[in-house]
């Protein structure tokens, strides 16, 4: 069964207005941890955000935030005022063993494009 | 180093061959991952070590894939008798700890198996 859910392979966003990528996860698990994640063409895996699942309050790093709905087990990126050099694949990942911190299981990932 | 540092970039070889991919983590850290990326995927897992030992290696698809840690530091992913379905983007990441959120991952080395 597939543990993350990434449904939009492809998204488009004019320059300068937000959009949601989104990520959906199952897991039997309470203690786990949600993660973003930017490919750029250069390969690197560049880390964006993270979600406790005890934590109340949805993440947010600079223009990124995670809108982390638990009961839907959703955790959307929001990406706010987009820039060109946006322009990624994006990965949703989960941590399901909390020792084991980097151990994460990754979704298909959505390629987003940003328009001038 | 600064970065995760991964070499080769790029390694074409025959079906058949033996091949080596090495990782220099970021100094200090002491957790170490390798994952496989296919084209059009996102990574998988194939392993991960603290310090020296392999914590966990439920990642790695058969026992012609086998990784080292030796010291520590550096580590090298050993595949022997390549077949085609090998070929992908072979990614490491490296850690403060194992528990920690952040992982820092190399550029990959892309492996293609003719």
């Known amino acids: 069964a597939q543990k993350i859910t990434q449904t939009q392979p492809g998204m488009f966003v004019q320059e300068k207005e937000a959009v949601t990528l989104d990520c959906t996860y199952d897991?039997?698990?309470?203690?786990?941890?949600l993660f973003w994640y930017k490919q750029p063409s250069s390969g690197e895996m560049i880390f964006l955000i993270y979600?406790?699942?005890?934590?109340?309050q949805n993440a947010t790093e600079g223009r990124y935030s995670l809108n982390f709905q638990k009961a839907r087990k959703s955790a959307n990126l929001v990406i706010s005022a987009s820039q060109l050099g946006d322009s990624a694949m994006y990965f949703c990942?989960?941590?399901?063993?909390?020792?084991?911190?980097?151990?994460?299981?990754f979704g298909q990932g959505t390629e987003l494009s940003v328009k001038p | 180093g600064a970065g995760v540092s991964q070499t080769p970039s790029n390694k074409v070889t025959e079906k058949g061959k033996y091949v080596e991919l090495r990782c220099d983590p970021i100094?200090?850290?002491?957790?170490l991952y390798w994952y496989r990326q296919s084209l059009g995927q996102g990574p998988e897992f194939l392993i991960y070590?603290?310090?020296?030992?392999?914590?966990?290696d439920s990642g790695l698809p058969n026992d012609r894939f086998f990784a080292v840690r030796p010291e520590g530091s550096v580590s090298t992913l050993k595949i022997q008798r390549t077949e085609r379905g090998d070929s992908a983007v072979y990614l490491c990441?490296?850690?403060?700890?194992?528990?920690?959120?952040?992982?820092?991952f190399g550029a990959g080395s892309r492996l293609t198996v003719l």
């Open positions: 979600q406790g699942s005890y934590d109340e």
């Open positions: 897991t039997s698990d309470q203690s786990y941890g």
């Open positions: 070590f603290q310090g020296t030992g392999a914590a966990d």
């Open positions: 990942a989960m941590r399901e063993v909390y020792n084991q911190g980097g151990k994460l299981i």
């Open positions: 100094s200090g850290h002491t957790a």
């Open positions: 990441a490296s850690s403060l700890t194992s528990g920690a959120n952040v992982l820092t």
